[in-house]
């Protein structure tokens, strides 16, 4: 039986990598162990429906306050990728061949138990299925959906890289109100950073879900700390920009184990406000960009901003 809590065995592919030092963290991004009685309810409803997170999975910093206030972010498709990105703790290698059928149905119970107003879904990238798991996203959205009929959907996707263009569109279809796939890093640090994806087709997957339909809110994000500079990373907000994307996260770059990619500095937090101004100035509808951001973290409460801030738009003009 595979134990994904083995490191050689949960990162098979970065075994015979040099350790990279983990630097010490400043005192603005650490956080508290999870022990309320929330963050117990919520890992138990995850237990009681067998389903995964990335927030476990991934190692997110927030888990302990999302989770005490029941939001979590739901992983379909299983918990094994088949991209071996450098910044990534969701284990590596090779997933069952068959998706769960009921995992659709699984995920909307817990949302419905959870009571979410406003609930995200991820997955890990499934290079081996044919559509990369479009249709077993737009069946989760559909589940959600019937049993709990007022709850904001976002997803945050693979890239689908390597499906036919109607994988988008079968997701799309669906009708999720967010859809989120993140870019991640700057186009330079592809290769060590984010292989086996490019950076120009995910950018292009966020314009083609625009001319599909227009009216969804399309999101993106970035971790800065990984070599980038600012000129970059500015670089990248007018990509987003011209993509058409509504909403920027930014937040820190965390290592997970010494044999990921190395954390090259600490971005202070008011390098993060620069960041937050420049992109409200560039014309994002939303922008979250402080340390502690990641794409789902107060997914609910940045929605309905989203939601606020377009209407406002459309009133001026």
């Not at 050689?8 to 991004?29: G, T």
């Not at 959205?141 to 996707?157: F, K, Y």
């Not at 997957?205 to 339909?213: A, C, S, T, Y």
Request: charged share 25%.
């Amino acid at each position: 039986m595979r134990d994904n809590l083995i490191p050689q065995i949960r990162h098979p592919e970065k075994a015979n990598r040099p350790d990279n030092a983990q630097p010490k963290k400043p005192s603005w991004i650490r956080v508290k162990a999870p022990t309320s009685e929330g963050y117990k309810k919520t890992r138990d409803i995850m237990r009681e429906n067998r389903l995964v997170t990335v927030c476990e999975e991934a190692g997110c910093p927030n888990v302990g306050e999302c989770w005490s206030q029941g939001h979590a972010t739901m992983m379909i498709m299983g918990e094994v990728c088949t991209r071996a990105c450098t910044f990534c703790n969701i284990a590596t290698g090779k997933p069952p061949e068959s998706l769960d059928a009921f995992e659709p149905g699984r995920v909307a119970a817990a949302v419905k138990k959870l009571g979410l107003n406003h609930v995200v879904i991820t997955s890990v990238d499934r290079d081996d299925v044919e559509d990369g798991g479009a249709e077993h996203f737009a069946q989760t959205i559909r589940a959600v959906r019937r049993q709990s009929p007022d709850t904001t959907i976002e997803i945050l996707t693979p890239d689908f890289i390597r499906c036919a263009p109607d994988a988008l569109e079968t997701v799309v279809a669906a009708k999720p109100d967010v859809f989120n796939h993140n870019l991640e890093t700057v186009p330079g640090l592809y290769p060590e950073v984010r292989p086996g994806a490019r950076y120009f087709h995910s950018l292009r997957l966020l314009q083609r879900v625009k001319e599909l339909d227009p009216a969804m809110f399309t999101k993106s994000g970035i971790m800065v700390g990984l070599g980038e500079d600012r000129q970059s990373v500015l670089q990248v907000m007018d990509d987003m920009r011209a993509a058409d994307i509504d909403f920027l996260t930014i937040g820190q770059y965390l290592q997970p184990t010494p044999k990921h990619h190395w954390v090259d500095r600490f971005v202070t937090p008011d390098e993060f406000s620069g960041y937050e101004k420049a992109a409200y100035g560039k014309g994002f509808l939303m922008v979250s960009a402080k340390p502690l951001t990641r794409s789902s973290y107060h997914a609910g409460d940045d929605f309905a901003q989203l939601r606020s801030a377009r209407l406002k738009k459309l009133a001026k003009r």
